[in-house]
């Protein structure tokens, strides 16, 4: 902790616009407390494109108050296994707008996330306009609802979106089903004759409800199980 304490006395100490390109603190213990003097240094004008905080204790508190200070030059962000909640994910998905250039999302594995939080965030991901990818694995919070506010989302995602990760056991198989209905998903991603196309990677998948090897093979779209 007092490492973490006085790398925010660092950050606070550089000139500004803070020139740090990359910031991975996975792991580290951080605490909203902790963290208070990390996101007090993340002033207007930073020109971080990284940000990995997976596995910490950030809480919907922690998540919170980073979501209100990411810059817009942000890439990367990976905020799994950080405890966030419903609150945390609208507060992530309120600053999604401002990020025009966010490749990388990884948000999965935060259990304490329900319907309203994965709803938050399927209405702001079309207005991603660089987005890669989509990590939401491992959240069983999200239920049929918040996997179909996201598989509703996907016509309207930037065509630069090509690897959706969820869990089926999460969604639950009609929710599952609704990402094959998407049709003018699948239409929209082959006006890009570079496109290489959307893959799913559902883990987990309910095989006793859906016939796993006509999901990989369906109308183009690429499943995986892996």
Not at 112 to 140: F, N
Request: glycine fraction near 10%.
């Amino acid at each position: 902790i007092q490492g973490c304490l006085a790398i925010g006395a660092a950050l606070q100490a550089m000139p500004s616009p803070l020139g740090l390109r990359y910031i991975k603190w996975r792991s580290l213990g951080l605490t909203p407390a902790v963290l208070s003097p990390i996101v007090a240094a993340m002033r207007p004008g930073s020109l971080i494109v990284g940000l990995q905080l997976a596995n910490n204790a950030l809480g919907d508190a922690g998540v919170t108050a980073m979501a209100a200070v990411l810059p817009p030059t942000l890439k990367d962000l990976d905020i799994r296994r950080t405890g966030c909640g419903d609150a945390g994910m609208q507060a992530v998905a309120a600053a999604l707008p401002r990020l025009t250039r966010l490749q990388h999302l990884y948000v999965g594995c935060n259990r304490d996330v329900g319907e309203m939080g994965w709803a938050a965030l399927a209405a702001a991901l079309p207005q991603l306009a660089a987005l890669w990818t989509l990590d939401a694995t491992h959240s069983p919070g999200m239920g049929p609802t918040g996997g179909a506010a996201i598989a509703a989302a996907l016509p309207r995602c930037a065509r630069t979106l090509v690897k959706v990760s969820l869990v089926g056991r999460d969604i639950g198989w009609q929710a599952t089903a609704f990402f094959l209905a998407q049709t003018s998903f699948r239409a929209t991603h082959q006006l890009e004759p570079n496109a290489p196309g959307l893959t799913i990677n559902l883990l987990e998948n309910l095989d006793a409800d859906l016939d796993a090897a006509k999901l990989r093979e369906k109308d183009g779209m690429v499943w995986s199980d892996d």
